[in-house]
């Protein structure tokens, strides 16, 4: 019989509290002793924090030009100059979509992250080449990075012919683990130019048909945006997905008053449908703790990263977390420390994954890093040292290490 290998990842810091302490991880998940008879590897943890991985639970890895040569972005305002500027962008890469995506995704991993939820264009332009450039970017990192794929329609398939049908088509590719919607009633609803099926019957319908998860991009204020999000909730509850369905952005929800806001979390959480922001301003960032207190779960993401929306971005959960304090004026201790469990345990609640609390029989996935405290490390945002998933060292000094 083998003996079972435990690694004892010596004098580390949980969340930066107390003494320095050893973390022994035995089989990807983090055990309370060295199991008799095992064989012994020892990290050097110097009194670094430990932290757990992050979760980017809204990224579009497929538009990136991120290790590219710049590109000199046009302005642009709405929907339709953006999803120009996309396809522009893409005829000038060079470099195929699974080696874009698996560079930008390998750093994100160096950075601490440990799971992705990704959006994929799927619309003529493209076919189904970043869906299966995401996939085969995932069996690459396999092992370092749990990625989510989402086929996503960002040119609607109402105003877009042909779109509907290659959503059709990757949601029986057995690639892609949720299908994904945009502003049902304003850039995709009954005004677009095309004609076809509502958008959310056929998203829902390829969701249940194929047993497949649903993450709908929802940029509309006011009515516009609250009456497809009350249409989402039911629609979840009607097909038993309560769970299974994310809503992103939600720009609709951050205006509402204090009473009508408690409603519809109230209506989200009974519905089991969660929500993402990725920080993008004061105004439009979520009201993430009133959401929570009513059981609505919410994930923080980094969206695009050097894309033809924005030559900013930096797949970096922590900074994320960094920004999320910024622009909701965190200046307490706890505040920080909600800014970086939205970015850890918040994504991976509505990943569906198990939290990585640094408890024993948790899954041995942390970061090391220097510093004095958590609220410090959100604020001063050191280089991760270490980075280890399910045991095993994945990167040091900021760097992949595979």
Not at 11 to 34: I, K, Q
Not at 232 to 246: D, E, K, L, N, S
Not at 252 to 277: N, R
Not at 282 to 299: D, T, W
Request: contains cysteine; proline residues 6%; hydrophobic residues 45%.
């Amino acid at each position: 019989m083998t003996a079972s290998t435990a690694t004892v990842f010596r004098g580390v810091r949980p969340f930066g509290v107390g003494e320095p302490v050893d973390l022994v991880a035995v089989d990807g998940l983090l055990a309370d002793r060295v199991p008799e008879g095992a064989r012994v590897e020892v990290v050097d943890g110097s009194g670094r924090i430990a932290l757990p991985t992050l979760v980017d639970a809204h990224v579009h890895p497929d538009k990136t030009a991120w290790g590219e040569p710049w590109y000199s972005r046009r302005p642009a305002s709405g929907l339709p100059e953006y999803v120009r500027g996309d396809v522009d962008l893409y005829a000038q890469q060079r470099t195929p979509v699974a080696e874009r995506a698996r560079r930008l995704l390998a750093h994100a991993v160096a950075l601490g992250t440990r799971a992705v939820r990704a959006h994929v264009d799927v619309a003529p332009a493209y076919g189904l080449a970043g869906v299966e450039g995401l996939a085969a970017a995932r069996e690459r990192l396999r092992g370092a990075l749990d990625v989510q794929v989402v086929a996503f329609p960002q040119h609607g398939v109402r105003r877009t012919p042909g779109a509907g049908a290659l959503l059709a088509e990757a949601a029986a590719s057995g690639l892609i683990d949720a299908v994904g919607g945009i502003d049902p009633a304003g850039f995709d609803g009954v005004g677009a130019a095309g004609e076809g099926p509502d958008q959310l019957d056929q998203v829902f319908g390829l969701a249940e048909r194929h047993g497949l998860l649903v993450d709908v991009h929802l940029h509309d204020a006011g009515e516009r945006g609250l009456a497809p999000l009350r249409d989402i909730a039911a629609r979840t509850r009607a097909a038993g997905m309560q769970g299974r369905v994310v809503v992103s952005h939600a720009f609709c929800v951050p205006e509402l008053p204090g009473a009508t806001l408690a409603g519809l979390a109230e209506l989200l959480a009974d519905a089991g449908v969660g929500l993402t922001t990725v920080a993008p301003s004061a105004h439009q960032v979520l009201p993430f703790r009133v959401l929570a207190e009513h059981g609505v779960r919410v994930g923080l993401g980094s969206d695009g990263v050097r894309d033809s929306w924005s030559p900013f971005g930096n797949a970096d959960m922590l900074h994320r977390a960094h920004l999320l304090g910024w622009t909701t004026d965190a200046r307490t201790d706890g505040e920080l420390a909600e800014c970086f469990a939205l970015a850890s345990a918040g994504g991976a609640a509505l990943l569906g994954l198990p939290a990585a609390d640094l408890a024993p029989g948790s899954p041995a996935d942390f970061l090391l890093v220097e510093g004095e405290c958590l609220p410090q490390v959100v604020v001063d945002l050191p280089r991760r040292d270490v980075v280890v998933r399910a045991g095993r060292v994945v990167a040091r000094d900021g760097r992949f290490t595979g």
